[in-house]
């Protein structure tokens, strides 16, 4: 056997042992990842196709997490809302009594301080916060973003003043002193009292919205995961006998670099061409 021949066998099992040990390195790279598709180098259009969809995922995740937070924020703003919807009944009982021609000079004294107390707990109602951020004082709307753009929710004046129970300058519309301006009392708080309710109906539409949203962009994520799962994910057994078979590849490719150097040795040898320090060291390279 010549030494060319030798020579091309071991360029061939090198060859067999470098094809099967990088089909080993790559099917325990889709093993530990768990993605067929981890680089580029694997499938460049299957890998631009699953960033694109994780990318996708990402920003459906985090309008369904926009959506929940805004939501928060209105449950607080409703509260508030409600509580004033509640302070303007309340409200109306406390005139339609004070109309009542029983009452005395103390007991108008006593309701027109109940007056003032109504009134001073809406204001209160209308200095609520959410992360540091008053909510109706006329001052906010909630701005919901998500992956296909922009909602506006929003948000009323809901203080005394926006309601016009107070004037501009915090004095009361709601005096009990002259019983005929009574009837023009009521009308002020049936008014607030529509104004407060228009709010607390728009925020619960809203709310439903933001709740319809959320529940789709729920179902929109599952979706994008089953997709790019269909597509990307590593079947774990058969990839565990492909992983197998590369190692035995591998095996078998250096038994036979092994094979191939102990010949080429052997043939260079008769010649006298490779001492045994030069066929240690070519030995040494397999180890």
Do not use: C, P
């Not at 204001?123 to 296909?148: E, F, I, P, R, W």
Request: charged share 10%; no cysteine.
């Amino acid at each position: 056997m010549s030494i060319g021949s030798v020579m091309s066998g071991v360029n061939h099992s090198l060859n067999n042992l470098n094809r099967a040990q990088s089909a080993q390195s790559s099917s325990i790279q889709r093993i530990s990842t768990g993605s067929k598709y981890y680089s580029a180098a694997n499938g460049a259009s299957e890998y631009a196709i699953v960033q694109r969809m994780y990318n996708n995922i990402g920003s459906v995740a985090q309008s369904n997490s926009n959506t929940q937070t805004a939501n928060s924020m209105l449950n607080v703003a409703a509260g508030a809302v409600g509580n004033t919807v509640s302070s303007l009944s309340s409200l109306k009982e406390t005139l339609i009594s004070a109309a009542n021609g029983t009452n005395g000079k103390s007991d108008i004294a006593a309701l027109q301080k109940s007056v003032n107390q109504t009134l001073a707990q809406i204001n209160s109602n209308a200095q609520v916060t959410y992360n540091g951020q008053k909510l109706l004082d006329g001052s906010q709307s909630v701005q919901v973003a998500s992956y296909n753009g922009y909602e506006t929710v929003n948000l009323g004046d809901m203080s005394t003043a926006g309601l016009g129970l107070t004037d501009s300058d915090g004095n009361s519309n709601i005096k009990l002193g002259d019983l005929s301006d009574l009837g023009s009392a009521i009308e002020t708080v049936d008014n607030a009292l529509n104004t407060a309710l228009d709010q607390a109906t728009s925020i619960g539409a809203s709310q439903q919205g933001l709740d319809y949203q959320s529940s789709n962009y729920t179902v929109m994520e599952e979706n994008l995961y089953d997709a790019v799962s269909t597509i990307d994910d590593t079947d774990i057994a058969a990839e565990s006998v492909n992983n197998a078979s590369a190692n035995a590849q591998s095996q078998v490719a250096m038994w036979a670099v092994k094979q191939g150097l102990q010949s080429l040795s052997q043939e260079v040898g008769a010649l006298g061409g490779l001492n045994n320090h030069s066929r240690g060291a070519a030995f040494g390279m397999l180890y």
